[in-house]
Structure formats: C-alpha cells, structure tokens
C-alpha cells in the first residue's frame, strides 16, 4: 500500500510539475510580450512639451532630436503591430510614418525667401551681424543658399572664403563712393 501511495504522490508530483512548466513558459512568453510593448511606449509621455503660449520657443537642435524620436517609436510600433499579426494597423501607421517624413523632407529643403524675411529672421541675423535690409547681403545668401543646395546642402572653405571676400570689396567699394561723394563737389582747397 505504501508503493501505491508513493506512486500516487509520484504522479500527482509529475503532474503538478508539468503545470508549473506550462505556467512558467506561458508567464515567460507573456513577460517577453510585455517587455516588448514597454520597449515600444518607453518615454512616450516624457517626451511630451507644456505650450506656453509661444512665449518660449523650443530649441530646433532638441525639436529636430523629439521628432526622430518620435519616427523611431512609430517604426518600433509598426514592427510589433506586424510581428502581431495587425497588418492593417501596422499599414496604416506606416502610410502615416510615409507622410511624416514627407512632410518633414518639404520643410527642410524650403526654400528660404531672403528678399522678404521674417521680422524673427532679421532679428537673429543682426545678432550675427548681418543686415538682411542690405540687397547686396541679401543678393549673396541667395548666391550662397543655391551653391549650397547644387553641393547636397554644403558649402566648402573655398566657397565662404569667395563669399567674404566678395562682402568685403562690396563694403570697400562703397566706403570709396562715399567718400567720393563727399569730396567731389569739393574744391582742392576745400579738401586739403
């Protein structure tokens, strides 16, 4: 009776172990699951800004980084709706990760309209010292802006060191006009 018993509890053993492995490798594929989908959403809602009115405006560098965080989450999401089996969900985030980086490829290579800037735009050039009221000034940005786009959105040392130059014998050739203009109705015995 006692054999009988430990192969009772034998079994009963057995049987209990093969439930605890099922509910593990069940618990497991769950975690994995999850650890997933956490993978996916992680930061989705630190990423987030407070609207202050358009007091402050956010730096471009960080704005430019929160938007390709953003399109690697979207691509993550896209790739767990597939692996999920949620074809139609996975495509039609796609179709709009397609639009949103279209739409970001239309804003980066707009052109910028140096004949009539944003007062934003004058503000911030004259901290950099340039004048964009000047139409020589402006006539170079737009010379500089279409070399740089024909180079795939850069412009060599050469290219600058020509620009600068070309300023600076805009700015001598007007310093001697004025002159000129002051001297010329001059008489020598005026001027001396």
């Known amino acids: 009776e006692e054999t009988n018993e430990t192969s009772d509890d034998y079994s009963q053993l057995r049987r209990r172990s093969r439930e605890a492995t099922k509910t593990l490798r069940k618990l497991r594929e769950e975690h994995a699951t999850q650890k997933s989908r956490d993978h996916v ?32 989450d979207m691509e993550r999401l896209v790739k767990v709706y597939e692996a999920n089996g949620k074809a139609e969900e996975a495509s039609r985030l796609q179709e709009n990760l397609d639009k949103s980086r279209e739409a970001i490829h239309k804003v980066k290579n707009k052109e910028i309209d140096f004949a009539n800037p944003q007062p934003e735009m004058v503000e911030s050039a004259k901290n950099f ?4 009221k000047d ?7 737009k010379e500089m802006s279409k070399e740089q786009a024909k180079n795939g959105g850069k412009l060599d040392q050469e290219a600058i060191d ?29 001027v001396s």
Do not use: C
Request: hydrophobic content about 40%; overall charge negative.
């Open 41 to 72: 959403w992680t930061g989705l809602f630190d990423r987030g800004e407070v609207y202050k009115g358009g007091v402050e405006k956010a730096d471009p560098g960080q704005q430019e980084a929160v938007v390709k965080q953003q399109l690697e």
């Open 129 to 132: 010292g340039i004048d964009l």
């Open 135 to 141: 139409p020589r000034v402006v006539q170079m940005l």
């Open 162 to 190: 020509k620009y600068t130059q070309q300023a600076e014998d805009g700015m001598v050739a007007d310093a001697r006009a004025h002159v000129n203009g002051i001297l010329e109705p001059m008489s020598m015995n005026e």
